[in-house]
């Protein structure tokens, strides 16, 4: 028996039982695009989330008090020494920084005139536009602090210069930040969200006055920009030199941005390839499906194999021709899945296009692989089963 034959043969039996072929390839179908969908899905949400927290650069590195191996209550309750304003000022004279910016995070309420908005409340210093790659849309940004004290400055996100202001212009104007008193004196550009925080509804104030509005006595963290002529291992051993002379011991933790994505991609990583394993248990539904659908086959052509057999086809050849049999089905129902898939995914971009869904090339061959791998496993015991009938006894069922 040639190529052309068996595959004449195969054509012939799945075309005879359309219905039948149909309902067995349409658990394939289902369980295909189940899996491509998740793992699209899930290497969106993972490529978001790398953009998102690429944006900041990759020359940064964050510096938070307490060390990280030393966490829970005994690092709650241990002595360690806040990060403060000197120690920002110290890294900020460090040979290859271009930029130091001290954070100081909280919530509060902004009040102007009989308005009131809660938003989230930056201290930071003059370098954080140019640190974090923000620009400012109207006036300027906070002015480099030269005295002991900070001028009550803000600057405020483009969501709340709307809900407040309202077509006025802010600039120049008092607010009432959490009973102090700052003038307004530049907008932030509209940024949009970030893994689900607004950066519109937000207010930058010097991180000495947040330090003071919310009763803090350290800096909850400290960015570093460094120059493109070095590298982040040797910053890091930089900054941690200097911070240990100054704080006597590292009570302190350095993440920098390669650590930090490298992580990030990791896990997601890991997390696009469980939800794609969970999606592929509706698989196992569709490989039931063609195990049962061959069984059953096998049991009706009976006489037909038996005939095949006294013509001379051998038990390999027999077996061949239900093996491809299967997988043809189920090959079938993962292109249809991939279809299916394709015009799911055409949905979700023309009715909510900022939906985090991505198809990866490699990961749709790999689930067409993955189907016809099902075809051929479910279709190899009814195989050779119709491989080992007697001829003679095959065709005395007719």
Avoid at 209 to 221: I, Q, S, Y
Avoid at 376 to 386: D, M, R, S, T
Wanted: hydrophobic share 45%; proline share 5%.
């Amino acid at each position: 028996m040639k190529a052309p034959d068996l595959l004449k043969i195969v054509t012939r039996t799945i075309s005879f039982g359309r219905t039948r072929a149909v309902l067995t390839s349409l658990g394939i179908t289902i369980g295909i695009a189940a899996v491509a969908l998740l793992t699209s899905i899930g290497e969106g949400v993972r490529s978001y989330v790398m953009d998102e927290f690429s944006q900041f650069g990759a020359r940064i590195i964050a510096i938070n008090p307490g060390k990280n191996v030393t966490g829970g209550m005994g690092g709650i309750l241990s002595t360690v020494r806040p990060l403060s304003l000197q120690d920002a000022e110290a890294l900020r004279q460090a040979p290859y920084v271009e930029y130091v910016v001290p954070v100081v995070q909280g919530a509060g309420a902004i009040e102007y005139k009989q308005r009131t908005r809660n938003v989230d409340i930056f201290g930071v210093s003059a370098d954080m536009p140019a640190a974090w790659r923000f620009a400012v849309a109207q006036g300027r940004f906070l002015p480099r602090n030269n005295d002991a004290r900070s001028s009550p400055y803000a600057v405020i996100g483009h969501k709340v210069k709307q809900e407040l202001f309202q077509g006025e212009s802010p600039l120049g104007q008092l607010i009432r930040i959490g009973g102090m008193r700052f003038r307004v004196i530049g907008v932030i550009e509209p940024k949009g969200d970030m893994l689900g925080f607004d950066l519109d509804d937000t207010a930058y104030i010097p991180a000495d006055l947040a330090l003071d509005l919310f009763n803090r006595e350290g800096l909850m963290e400290v960015d570093v920009i460094f120059s493109p002529a070095t590298d982040s291992t040797y910053m890091s051993a930089l900054i941690k030199k200097m911070l240990i002379q100054r704080h006597g011991r590292e009570d302190f933790t350095l993440i920098t941005q390669d650590q930090m994505l490298t992580s990030l991609n990791s896990i997601l990583s890991v997390l696009t390839l469980a939800v794609g394993l969970l999606g592929s248990i509706s698989l196992l539904v569709g490989g039931v499906g063609i195990l049962t659908t061959m069984t059953t086959s096998v049991r009706e052509r009976t006489s037909e194999i038996g005939l095949l057999r006294a013509l001379g086809a051998t038990r390999a050849q027999v077996l061949s021709l239900f093996l491809a049999e299967a997988v043809t089905l189920s090959t079938i129902g993962g292109v249809c899945g991939l279809l299916l898939m394709g015009v799911v995914t055409a949905l979700a971009f023309l009715f909510a296009p900022e939906f985090p869904i991505r198809p990866h090339v490699p990961f749709l061959l790999i689930a067409l692989l993955l189907s016809s791998l099902i075809g051929l496993i479910a279709g190899v015991v009814p195989a050779l089963q119709a491989s080992r009938l007697n001829p003679i006894d095959a065709l005395r069922t007719e």
